[in-house]
């Protein structure tokens, strides 16, 4: 699967924008990522970059530096959760328990019921909201601009 997605932070004024290409029809490698690292105030484009997102990546700046990274020789670090026992009601991994065993198991029945109740239960309780004039307020997140800046970092949250 291919697509392309956009980066903006607008604290930096930094954007990126990322293609990951689908294999061509005829010939062609798989994995392939393109992207390009732009500073918005300026408009000046600062880097490139072009390789394979699961092997190596060049890397060009604006000042004519190349750098290669290998993906492959990168550690592999495992990811830091709470156990989904100790996880809060609405975290993701917590919400989405019962989708992901249904898949992990191969019944997209089972998958596809769970991810409909829950997306129900997401909109009655958006109604609820919407019925009272209750703002939806991130935890993590706050509006800035026209984006979110994420406010609580998960490195200082206590395990």
């Known amino acids: 699967l291919g697509g392309k997605v956009n980066i903006h932070c607008t604290k930096s004024g930094y954007s990126a924008a990322v293609t990951f290409h689908t294999k061509p029809f005829y010939g ?5 990522v393109t992207a390009e690292v732009k500073h918005n105030p300026t408009n000046t484009i600062v880097c490139k970059a072009q390789g394979e997102w699961n092997g190596t990546l060049e890397f060009t ?3 004519g530096e ?3 990274i290998d993906t492959t020789k990168l550690p592999v670090l ?4 709470r156990p989904i026992k100790k996880q809060r009601l609405l975290e993701s991994r917590r919400l989405w328990e019962l989708v992901t065993n249904a ?3 191969g019944d997209i029945d089972a998958a596809t019921e769970n ?3 829950l997306e129900e239960r997401q909109r009655v309780e958006e109604r609820q909201r919407a019925s009272t004039n209750t703002l939806w307020k991130p935890k993590y997140f706050q509006k800035e601009g026209d984006g979110w800046v994420y406010y609580n970092p998960i490195w200082k949250a206590h395990y």
């Open 28 to 32: 062609g490698k798989v994995h392939r």
């Open 61 to 63: 700046y604006s000042n």
């Open 66 to 68: 190349t750098k290669v």
């Open 78 to 81: 495992r990811k830091k959760i």
């Open 103 to 105: 898949l992990k198991v």
């Open 115 to 117: 991810k409909h109740l």
